[in-house]
């Protein structure tokens, strides 16, 4: 009898940013219309669908946001925020914030290149 995989604890540590409003409409990488009023975020390397705990590490606001996207590309950002996201944070007028990402059910896929490990940058 096959065995369920083990639960795997993921944590990270970076910069959040939030999606421009050009990107509205637009097809995210995983084929959905992407949506500023979704709770959703781009990340590099977490699977599709993945939920994952932002909280912005400067007051302590925190809001749930589904992987549906790649990104971002600049270098210390470890995700990219729906404009709904980014409100939830209040992070709208200084537009990139300190944040800490974690799985907010503690099972997230193996897959994903830097899972079960914490991450500073």
Do not use: C, W
């Not at 992407?34 to 932002?54: N, W, Y």
């Not at 990104?71 to 944040?99: T, Y």
């Amino acid at each position: 009898m096959a065995q369920p995989p083990d639960k795997v604890s993921y944590s990270e540590y970076g910069l959040a940013s939030y999606y421009a409003d050009m990107f509205q409409g637009r097809t995210t990488a995983n084929g959905e219309v992407f949506d500023q009023s979704a709770l959703t975020a781009a990340h590099r390397s977490l699977p599709f669908g993945t939920r994952v705990l932002v909280t912005r590490q400067d007051t302590g606001k925190s809001v749930e946001v589904t992987i549906n996207d790649r990104g971002p590309f600049v270098k210390g950002r470890v995700i990219d925020l729906s404009k709904q996201a980014a409100r939830e944070l209040g992070m709208i007028h200084r537009g990139i914030v300190p944040v800490a990402l974690s799985s907010p059910t503690g099972n997230v896929n193996e897959a994903a290149g830097n899972i079960g490990r914490s991450v500073r940058k």
